[in-house]
């Protein structure tokens, strides 16, 4: 089975009574490519993040926050399958590649995306 980082939801910020442990990245909305994500390391930043979430009407998630040293990425497209490497600059892969580097489909990926 396809591994889930488990995450948290708070339809608004009267519902982030609890954090979610730290440190952990909250997402405002359903925004992309980086966008609306902030880096919780502490109850003080988690704090000021519940005053930013108030001031909107989307909800929030939180997961913890995960250091890597690269991402990989799956495709299939048909029969075909592909997983490239991502190697990122900053704290958001998404929005700040360095490069990108095909490798080999493992099975277990593969069994992931069948």
């Known amino acids: 089975a396809f591994p889930l980082i488990?995450?948290?939801?708070?339809?608004s910020h009267r519902n982030m009574a609890f954090d979610p442990g730290f440190p952990c990245v909250v997402k405002i909305g359903g925004c992309h490519a980086g966008h609306g994500k902030i880096r919780v390391p502490d109850?003080?930043?988690?704090?000021d993040v519940k005053s930013v979430v108030a001031l909107?009407?989307?909800?929030?998630?939180?997961?913890?926050f995960i250091e890597y040293d690269y991402e990989i990425?799956?495709?299939?497209?048909?029969?075909?399958?592909?997983?490239l490497k991502r190697f990122s600059s900053?704290?958001?892969?998404?929005?700040?590649?360095?490069?990108?580097?095909?490798?080999e489909m493992t099975d277990e990926w593969r069994g992931w995306i069948r």
């Open 56 to 64: 909107h009407t989307d909800y929030a998630t939180a997961e913890p």
């Open 43 to 47: 109850r003080t930043t988690w704090s």
């Open 73 to 83: 990425r799956l495709q299939k497209i048909g029969t075909n399958y592909r997983a």
């Open 6 to 11: 488990e995450q948290s939801y708070f339809p």
């Open 90 to 103: 900053g704290w958001k892969g998404n929005t700040s590649v360095l490069s990108t580097e095909e490798v």
